[in-house]
């Protein structure tokens, strides 16, 4: 289960949170809207090396 980075629509808050699958639906938890993933920050590999391709948009990702 990942650690995963969001951003709230509504409020602006930048948060993370541990969710089943990268693409399920998370909610704000100050305000209760529904949150965009945040591609921001540093991206490892499944090794934990660092990569320098990833964009942290595994939807369009060609893999690490």
């Known amino acids: ?3 995963l ?3 709230c629509k ?3 808050k930048q948060f993370e949170e541990l969710v ?4 399920e639906p998370v909610k704000c938890p ?3 809207t529904l ?3 945040s591609y921001s920050g540093e991206m490892f590999s499944a090794t934990g090396k660092q ?3 990833c964009s942290g948009n ?3 990702c060609r893999g690490c």
Do not use: F, S, V, W
Not at 20 to 23: F, L, S, W
């Open 10 to 12: 509504n409020c602006g």
């Open 58 to 60: 595994c939807k369009t």
């Open 30 to 32: 100050d305000c209760g």
């Open 20 to 23: 089943k699958k990268y693409d």
């Open 51 to 53: 990569q320098k391709k």
């Open 5 to 7: 980075q969001y951003k």
């Open 35 to 37: 949150a965009e993933r």
């Open 1 to 3: 289960m990942p650690i």
